[in-house]
Structure formats: C-alpha cells, structure tokens
C-alpha cells in the first residue's frame, strides 16, 4: 500500500497567509514560446522587427513591422536573458531602464545609480538593442518630493557619458500612478492631452490631501534629448502582458497580418522564463515538499463558500481539479509518482472577492 500523507495543515496555513493576489499567479509566460513566436515571425519574408527608434521612421507599405518593447520593471537579469535570445535571432528591440527599480538605484534613498548597473546596461546596448528611459520621475515629484527635471537630467547625463544612446522614453505604471490619478506621459507638452486616460484624471496637479497639492512638472521632449515617447509612437495594433494578464503571444496571429501593418508587443522581462520552476520557486519561497505518493489533503477549516481546487504541473497541464460546496469535507486523493515540481492552488470567493491563493509542491 502506498504512503498516504496527510497535509491539511499546510494548506490551512497557504490559504491564510499566502497574499498572492491572482495576477502574480498568471504572470508566467515561457521563452520557449516567445522563441517559438520569433522563429515563426521571422519564416514570414514580409516581416520586419524594428526597434521604437526604428519604428520613428521606418515606413514600408509592403512590409509587417514588429517592434518589441521591454518594460524592465524589476528584473535586469532576466531582460539579459531575453536580450541574448533576440539576438540570437538577429531581432533588436528596445529595453526601458527604470531608474526607480532596485537594481538600479539599489539602497539609495534619492534614486540615484549605482555603479553596478552600468555593465548590464552596456550589455543589452552590445546585443544590438536599444536603451531607453522608463519614465517613473512624476512618482518621484508626487511621492517622494524630488524634482523631477532635476533628477532626469542627471541621470540621463551619467548614463549618456558612459556611452548609452537614449533617444526615447516610455512611461512607466505604478500602483502610485492609480493612487494619485496621475500618468507619467502627463509630463510632456509634446504629448498634450492626446494620451489623456479619463482613470488617471488628474492631468495637471494632484491633491495628496487638503492643503498638499503637487503642481505635476511639464516638459519637451527635446529637453531630455529625447526623440519620443513610446506610446505616441505610430502603431496600428498593440499587444501588452500586463493589465489583462494575458499572453501577448497568444493574442497574435501571425498569418493574419497584413502588409502595412506596424505592431508594438509590450513584454516585461520580469514576466517571461524558460522554466516555470523558476518562477514558482521566486513566487513561493516557503514551498511544501512531500515524498512520491499517494497525496491526502484536508482542509481544517469550514469552507463558506463554494471553493475549486486546482493541481497543475509546470507546463499548466491541469492534473486534478474539483469543485467543493460549504460544508463538504475537501480531500484530495492525487497519486504523485513522478519526481518534480508541482503546482496547487484554490479559487474561492471571500467577501464577494475571488481569491486565487497558492503554493508549489516539490516532490521528490
Ligand atoms: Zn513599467
């Protein structure tokens, strides 16, 4: 007979600490496909990849122009990953610098550079790709105090000394941005209100709170030295992992692209890896390890609402799924005879909220 581990109180304990909220869970996109999605591209004579510079100036009726465009929100790493596979391809794109994220600015209180970035920085310009800014410096102004023409100038100084081309800028998002109804395009009098998004309505200040209003710096573009801003570029379809947590990728299909048309797919590196292990292990430090066998769980707690269970392994592949009432007693009978790195998770609705909470299982 098989040994039979009963676990329920580390799932007791997953489902109330865990604050994975559902989108950290969906943002798992592959390289495999990304290298998939590039060689298929690339089969097809018609198309171009250019990078948002390129884009700028680059108009051919005859062809199909692809753009990528790489948000570095927070992993320097992984876009090196993902710029050593473009160039690999032979395809250039266009990676944004976000001088407010850690592996820039590191511990450094007035988000100036650190040293250490630079060599990385230099690596993706030597694959052939673009540099460009990712523009956070009105969370700067509204959050932090700084100023931000100030700020951009010096930053953009060092990274220019040092050799790094920087023609263009691309805003960045925040949870700071919805708190405070802002964008960081906002900025630039080039743009004017042709950006104007009706869910950030404050255009022009921002009232922290009665008495604290933040008069939102504005500026050309040519001041910076910049040649445009990412989202004012001219494209015809626009492809994005973030907001919808979609696959970009998914969404495109590449045999019914038309001549003429000028595409821009956004890619955060910190979303895409070759091994969904990777991920998992980043996303759950805490993971639990069981022995191969017969899986058992139990829930020590009363389900209130109805609740659905979910195994997957790191492909996606669902290998156990089951819906549970109130009340019901949930167990799990799941035979795990291979060896590896599995994936469970619940969907419940808490407070009329759905909450997707989970943990990785390593079997070994
Ligand atoms: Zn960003």
Same mark, same amino acid.
């Given at each position: 007979?098989?040994? %039979?581990? #009963?676990?329920?109180?580390?799932?007791?304990?997953?489902?109330?600490?865990?604050? &994975?909220?559902?989108?950290?869970?969906?943002?798992?996109?592959?390289?495999?496909?990304?290298?998939? /999605?590039?060689?298929?591209?690339?089969?097809?004579?018609? +198309?171009?990849?250019?990078? %948002?510079? !390129?884009?700028?100036?680059?108009?051919?009726?005859?062809?199909?122009? +692809?753009?990528?465009?790489?948000?570095?929100?927070?992993?320097?790493?992984?876009?090196?990953?993902?710029?050593? #596979?473009?160039?690999?391809?032979?395809?250039?794109?266009?990676?944004?610098?976000?001088?407010?994220?850690?592996? @820039?600015?590191?511990?450094?209180?007035? /988000?100036?550079? %650190? !040293?250490?970035?630079?060599?990385?920085?230099?690596?993706?310009?030597?694959?052939?790709?673009?540099?460009?800014?990712?523009?956070?410096?009105?969370?700067? !102004?509204?959050?932090?105090?700084?100023?931000?023409?100030? *700020?951009?100038?010096?930053?953009?100084?060092? #990274?220019?000394?040092?050799?790094?081309?920087?023609?263009?800028?691309?805003?960045?998002?925040?949870?700071?941005?919805?708190? *405070?109804? *802002? &964008?960081?395009?906002?900025?630039?009098?080039?743009?004017?209100?042709?950006?104007?998004?009706? $869910? *950030?309505? $404050?255009?022009? @200040?921002?009232?922290?709170?009665?008495?604290?209003?933040?008069?939102?710096?504005?500026?050309?573009?040519?001041?910076?030295?910049?040649?445009?801003?990412?989202?004012?570029?001219?494209?015809?379809?626009?492809?994005?992992?973030?907001?919808?947590?979609?696959?970009?990728?998914?969404?495109?299909?590449?045999?019914?692209?038309?001549?003429?048309?000028?595409?821009?797919?956004?890619?955060?590196?910190?979303?895409?890896?070759?091994?969904?292990?990777?991920? #998992?292990?980043?996303?759950?430090? $805490?993971?639990?390890?069981?022995?191969?066998?017969?899986?058992?769980?139990?829930?020590?707690?009363?389900?209130?609402?109805? +609740?659905?269970?979910?195994?997957?392994?790191?492909?996606?592949? &669902?290998?156990?799924?089951?819906?549970?009432?109130?009340? =019901? $007693?949930?167990?799990?009978?799941?035979?795990? =005879? !291979?060896?590896? +790195?599995?994936?469970? @998770?619940? =969907?419940?609705?808490?407070?009329?909220?759905?909450?997707?909470?989970?943990?990785?299982?390593?079997?070994?």
């Amino acid at each position: 007979m098989r040994y %039979q581990q #009963l676990i329920f109180l580390f799932l007791f304990f997953m489902i109330k600490s865990s604050a &994975l909220s559902q989108n950290d869970v969906n943002y798992e996109f592959s390289l495999n496909e990304y290298a998939d /999605f590039l060689r298929k591209a690339l089969s097809n004579p018609l +198309i171009v990849f250019v990078t %948002q510079r !390129q884009l700028m100036t680059y108009h051919d009726s005859t062809k199909i122009v +692809i753009s990528i465009r790489h948000d570095i929100d927070a992993d320097m790493d992984n876009a090196l990953r993902m710029a050593r #596979l473009e160039h690999n391809f032979g395809v250039h794109a266009t990676y944004y610098v976000l001088s407010t994220a850690g592996y @820039y600015c590191g511990e450094h209180k007035d /988000f100036s550079h %650190q !040293q250490s970035v630079l060599s990385k920085i230099k690596q993706l310009q030597a694959l052939g790709h673009e540099v460009g800014w990712h523009n956070n410096v009105l969370t700067l !102004q509204v959050v932090y105090g700084i100023d931000p023409l100030a *700020y951009m100038h010096r930053e953009l100084a060092w #990274l220019r000394s040092n050799g790094i081309k920087i023609d263009g800028t691309a805003a960045h998002g925040s949870r700071w941005c919805s708190k *405070y109804g *802002y &964008l960081n395009y906002y900025m630039w009098k080039d743009c004017g209100r042709r950006l104007y998004n009706k $869910n *950030y309505p $404050n255009f022009d @200040y921002v009232v922290k709170s009665p008495g604290d209003t933040v008069w939102l710096a504005k500026a050309w573009l040519k001041d910076f030295g910049f040649k445009y801003e990412a989202y004012c570029l001219d494209y015809n379809k626009y492809y994005s992992d973030c907001c919808k947590y979609y696959d970009p990728l998914k969404k495109i299909d590449l045999d019914k692209l038309k001549p003429g048309d000028r595409i821009t797919i956004l890619m955060h590196p910190c979303h895409w890896h070759w091994d969904r292990a990777m991920r #998992l292990v980043k996303l759950f430090p $805490n993971p639990i390890s069981l022995t191969r066998g017969l899986f058992h769980c139990e829930f020590n707690f009363k389900v209130t609402s109805r +609740i659905q269970l979910f195994i997957t392994d790191l492909n996606g592949r &669902l290998l156990f799924c089951k819906i549970y009432s109130p009340a =019901e $007693n949930i167990a799990v009978p799941f035979n795990f =005879e !291979q060896r590896g +790195i599995y994936y469970v @998770y619940v =969907e419940t609705v808490v407070n009329g909220k759905m909450l997707k909470t989970g943990n990785c299982l390593l079997v070994y």
